[in-house]
Every structure is written in structure tokens, then in C-alpha cells.
């Protein structure tokens, strides 16, 4: 879909192709009821703007219906373009039971210490990147853990929504 179909479609078109990008409700209203946006970059700094303004309990639903990353049962509750984006954004992991071992364990160890999932932008990055991060974010206080789990979504929710507006 390019920026103008984007402009034209329905409000509840628009809302259903952004909560595909983060399911936060506030960020799906916003946007839709912004446009029409001038240019892409125009709709990107205004999602980027609204994203700043997430609360955690919003990003803590959101995180509830993200899988985990290298997970792939959990896509079976995804939609098929939130499995699309998904499968993009971590096609750089490689596949084998020792590297699904290691993001299992380490995903379990980071949900026991904070409370909720490991969040990670995965596009670009091979496992052994997303295995060091995540063996460093363990280190992390919650504090800091939520400041980069919210600047995290946000980056995935603008790629997403890149991916869907710019048709690719």
C-alpha cells in the first residue's frame, strides 16, 4: 500500500493495518485520525511522536501479544501479516536446536527477572547479536529494561509500519 491508499482508506482500515504494526489502541486511533499525512516521513515522525507518549501498562499489553523472539509456535497466534513481519525481522537466525536452547533459556531467565518478554528490533541481527544482547540487558535494572523494551516496540512498530505504507 503506498501513502495515498493509506490516506484513503477507512478509519477502521487504517486502525486494523496499524495495530498490525504494535498493538497499542491510543497509537491506532491517533494516527488514523491524523491522516491525511503529507509524506511518508510526515507519518513516520507523527507515529514516532504518539509512540513517545506510550504508558507501560499499553506496552505491557502490546509485549502479551508479541512472540518471543526466536519462537516459532507462538506465531501461530499472529495474524498473517504480523507473522510476515515477523518472519522478516528475524530471518538472519539461523535455525538449530542448540541456538532455540540458548534463546529459550535466556528468554526464560530475562521473563523470571522482569516480568515480561525479551523485546529486541531483530531485523539485521544473527542470533549469536541477539543472544549478546540478551545476556547484557540481563545485567539491567527494570528501570533501564523498560526504557529500552518501550524505545525497542517503538522502532519495530515504525519499521512495520515503513513495511506496510511503503508496500514492501
Known sequence: ??????????????????MHCVQIPRW???ISSDRPFISLDDLLNYAKKQASTWTWDEILTALNNH?????????A?????????SNREQSAIKRSSE???????GNLA??????????????GLDHTEILQALNY????????????????LSEI?????TQAVNGQ
Open 157 to 161: 512498530a515504525l519499521l512495520r509500519l
Open 137 to 152: 540487558r540481563l545485567l539491567n535494572d527494570a528501570e533501564t529494561e523498560q526504557r529500552i523494551v518501550k524505545q525497542q
Open 67 to 75: 512472540p518471543r523472539i526466536g519462537e516459532k509456535k507462538a506465531q
Open 1 to 18: 500500500m503506498n501513502l495515498n491508499e493509506f490516506n484513503q482508506i477507512s478509519a477502521q482500515q487504517a486502525q486494523q493495518l496499524l
Open 77 to 85: 497466534s499472529l495474524t498473517e501479516q504480523e507473522r510476515e513481519f
Open 99 to 105: 541456538i532455540d536452547d540458548a534463546l529459550l533459556k
Open 28 to 30: 491506532t486511533d491517533e
Open 110 to 123: 530475562y521473563e523470571k527477572k522482569f516480568g515480561f518478554l525479551f523485546l529486541i528490533r531483530a531485523l
